[in-house]
């Protein structure tokens, strides 16, 4: 079993109090013991190999959902989107339009800072197969709605691929009632939902979208330009 040093990481930040122990708590959860189990037998002791907390500025106003993290990506470095391809093309475009402070993530203790923007998953521990079941998304649910209440200024969030764009509908079922079919998934679409969020589809940047052209940097750019003027950021392209 690994240590959690999350704590210590989160002293060394800028995290507000409440934000601060949401991620202290998250780390800790241990409600899918399938999930447990392989987060826990993946590479060695120099793993991060538990749940995933988010990433980025406490007062953000843009928030990036994936899906989970990757066996040798997050699930290694303990940072969303760090540590394999899938954050490459996501990094690079939060960096071309001024929302990081480096155009790569390298591990939880670089010195990468994000702007107005915060990045989660909307499953916190690896799946087999990039797959969670359906009771292990529904456990994992609460955890999202948790840190957007703490969150509290976000008014626009990204969704990179179906799973988390179902994610967010549902947290937002939870309290205005909806229709999901009137909200379908769709790369380059925008949705306004009925808790006043605005939800923008975007193909995931994973390595097998990427490879097979599903998606390109061009597509990627214009829905986070999209994004960003929606929450009211200035995009300093580069």
């Not at 990757?70 to 996501?90: C, E, S, Y």
């Not at 923007?117 to 359906?134: G, S």
Request: aromatic share 6%; proline share 6%.
């Amino acid at each position: 079993m690994r240590t959690n040093t999350y704590v210590r990481v989160i002293g060394s930040t800028t995290l507000v109090p409440e934000l601060a122990a949401h991620c202290a708590a998250l780390v800790t959860c241990t409600l899918c013991p399938r999930l447990v189990r392989y987060r826990e037998s993946i590479g060695d002791e120099s793993y991060w190999g538990r749940p995933v907390p988010g990433f980025g500025d406490p007062q953000a106003t843009l928030l990036v959902l994936g899906l989970a993290p990757g066996a040798h990506g997050a699930n290694r470095t303990g940072r969303p989107f760090t540590g394999d391809a899938a954050g490459i093309l996501l990094y690079r475009t939060l960096h071309a339009l001024g929302l990081a402070t480096a155009s790569e993530s390298v591990s939880r203790d670089d010195a990468l800072r994000l702007k107005k923007v915060w990045i989660t998953n909307a499953v916190r521990c690896v799946p087999p197969a990039n797959k969670p079941d359906a009771g292990e998304s529904a456990r994992c649910a609460p955890w999202l709605s948790r840190e957007l209440a703490v969150l509290g200024q976000v008014r626009v969030v990204v969704a990179l691929g179906r799973t988390a764009h179902e994610a967010l509908l549902t947290h937002v079922h939870a309290e205005h009632s909806l229709r999901k079919k009137d909200f379908a998934f769709r790369h380059g679409a925008r949705h306004l939902l009925p808790n006043g969020l605005q939800l923008f589809d975007c193909f995931h940047t994973s390595r097998y979208n990427v490879n097979t052209g599903r998606v390109d940097e061009p597509m990627v750019r214009a829905v986070f330009t999209a994004a960003v003027t929606a929450a009211g950021l200035p995009a300093a392209k580069r």
